[in-house]
């Protein structure tokens, strides 16, 4: 059964909005409802207004929650003129990556297999920001079951980036990097299981957070390697992430992976003393560069060293496990689905889930005892310096077209794509360790494309990571750069 490219629920919406609105970073249209300059409703309709303009050429949503979304921003409103806004989030437009949960919308993970799954409940994040005022538009594109790092692979197609309409946005969040990135919501929602907020946010221009494994609840995501999944922010700003983490951290204890931590406020984190800072730049993740991106992350380094103690250390991070044992988890979720229906999952999918044969359960269970060795004793990596500072990747962005021929090429032989595991080698040992990794833009290529730079750190050490990130951002201008191609 052939699936429609949307679901827009917008047909009585009425959206006279001000679309200049939509341009705002999350910080500056917070401030403005907050001053009263702007109410929630009509933030909303800017935003609805730019998405209907734009997401046909960029095809980031999957479902646009039009009516309701103003329904919610009018009780929004309501609140607002009483004086009563629940906190920075009071009346902001986001979106969610649409494995995640959202009672009374369907959430797809982008594959027929679920077409017809409607939750009723919210994931656990979702209740959380949707308790702080913030106001869902919609849900957005990914990688079929967050499955790849492209985001070529969807029963909704492909997702195009803003910054050059022909290529890939990167996945799996694809649809998040591409909404933020073409300013048709204030902040979304990504998941990370190898790099999925990371790679998109580098290769949109945008500000991506993978929080510190069990920071965020990840109940109520549809799941691709549960040890290995993350949620976290995909902003314009790391101002705008603080604030989105402010809201979504914190202990679940109907979720086996959350883990108790004292609350933190990262957006008071971010005026913290940055240049005390050691800096390590592992020299493994500086292998096989793209000579723009080289060349960038030279001049990164340069501002940075400037903010901070400087580069002290160019060792090396732990060595991580194989993620080929983790597939069990993977292969778990979706052996009943394979099963029953196989022909509704995209081929690339069905290839990635048929082509390895399952781990042996003392081969997962050994790896599991590794992975747990590993993050208890990560921090102990981190004696030499305090963060450390990578390129988030390696390369540019495929054109979709390049992506397509090499899947055909993959099943033609029976074998996984290689851009799959070109852009996650810079990412996907963060997933290991489960450490807090940011990415921010750092520079263009001379033909227009974005470049990201990583800062990571030690288990909960986000307050630092954004305030490094801040401190970066109030230096150079790459994160207010627009893309040409959808801008207005």
């Known amino acids: 059964m052939d699936l429609p490219t949307q679901l827009i629920n917008t047909s009585t919406v009425d959206l006279n909005g001000d679309s200049d609105l939509a341009m705002l970073t999350l910080s500056e249209a917070s401030a403005m409802i907050h001053r009263g300059d702007i109410t929630p409703t009509q933030l909303t309709a800017a935003v609805l207004q730019r998405i209907a303009a734009c997401d046909p050429e960029l095809n980031a949503y999957i479902t646009v929650n039009g009516e309701d979304a103003l329904a919610q921003a009018?009780?929004?409103?309501?609140?607002?003129?009483?004086?009563?806004?629940?906190?920075?989030?009071?009346?902001?437009?986001?979106?969610l990556k649409d494995n995640i949960d959202s009672a009374g919308l369907p959430t797809t993970a982008a594959s027929e297999v679920y077409r017809d799954r409607i939750p009723r409940e919210d994931a656990e994040v979702t209740r959380r920001l949707k308790a702080a005022?913030?106001?869902?538009?919609?849900?957005?594109?990914?990688?079929?079951?967050?499955?790849?790092?492209?985001?070529?692979?969807s029963a909704f197609g492909a997702t195009h980036n803003p910054w050059?309409?022909?290529?890939c946005t990167g996945g799996s969040s694809s649809g998040s990097g591409g909404a933020v990135a073409g300013q048709l919501c204030f902040a979304a929602l990504g998941t990370d299981t190898g790099g999925s907020i990371r790679i998109p946010s580098s290769w949109c221009g945008l500000t991506g957070l993978k929080p510190t494994y069990g920071l965020v609840s990840i109940r109520g995501i549809v799941p691709l390697i549960y040890s290995l999944d993350h949620c976290g922010p995909m902003t314009r700003t790391a101002e705008d992430a603080a604030i989105m983490l402010n809201e979504m951290a914190g202990y679940d204890p109907l979720d086996a992976a959350s883990l108790k931590h004292p609350k933190e406020d990262y957006v008071k984190a971010l005026d913290q003393t940055v240049s005390g800072f050691?800096?390590?730049?592992p020299e493994e993740f500086y292998i096989e560069l793209d000579p723009e991106v080289e060349t960038a992350m030279q001049v990164a380094t340069a501002v940075l060293t400037e903010l901070t103690a400087g580069v002290v250390s160019r060792s090396s991070l732990p060595a991580c496990g194989d993620l080929m044992h983790?597939?069990?988890?993977?292969?778990?979720?979706?052996?009943?689905?394979l099963a029953e229906s196989p022909?509704?999952?995209?081929?690339?999918?069905?290839?990635?889930?048929?082509?390895?044969?399952p781990p042996s359960a003392v081969e997962y269970i050994r790896a599991r005892a590794s992975l747990t060795e590993l993050r208890l004793s990560i921090d102990s990596a981190f004696k030499e310096f305090d963060l450390v500072i990578l390129p988030t990747e390696k390369i540019f962005p495929f054109t979709i077209d390049e992506a397509v021929a090499q899947s055909a090429r993959a099943a033609e032989i029976n074998g996984i794509a290689p851009q799959q595991w070109i852009v996650a080698a810079n990412t996907f040992p963060f997933n290991m360790y489960g450490i807090p990794a940011l990415t921010l833009p750092c520079g263009f290529s001379a033909s227009g494309l974005p470049i990201g730079l990583t800062i990571a750190g030690p288990r909960f050490s986000e307050g630092r990571i954004l305030a490094l990130g801040a401190a970066y951002q109030r230096v150079t201008d790459w994160h207010l750069r627009k893309p040409f191609s959808i801008a207005s």
């Open 74 to 95: 009018r009780d929004l409103d309501a609140e607002q003129r009483a004086g009563k806004l629940r906190g920075p989030l009071h009346g902001i437009p986001i979106a």
């Open 133 to 153: 005022g913030a106001v869902v538009v919609g849900k957005l594109n990914l990688h079929e079951f967050a499955a790849g790092g492209t985001g070529h692979v």
């Open 164 to 167: 050059a309409l022909d290529r």
């Open 278 to 281: 050691r800096l390590g730049a």
């Open 326 to 337: 983790f597939l069990a988890e993977t292969l778990c979720f979706h052996e009943k689905h």
């Open 343 to 357: 022909h509704l999952y995209q081929a690339d999918t069905r290839q990635f889930l048929t082509k390895f044969p």
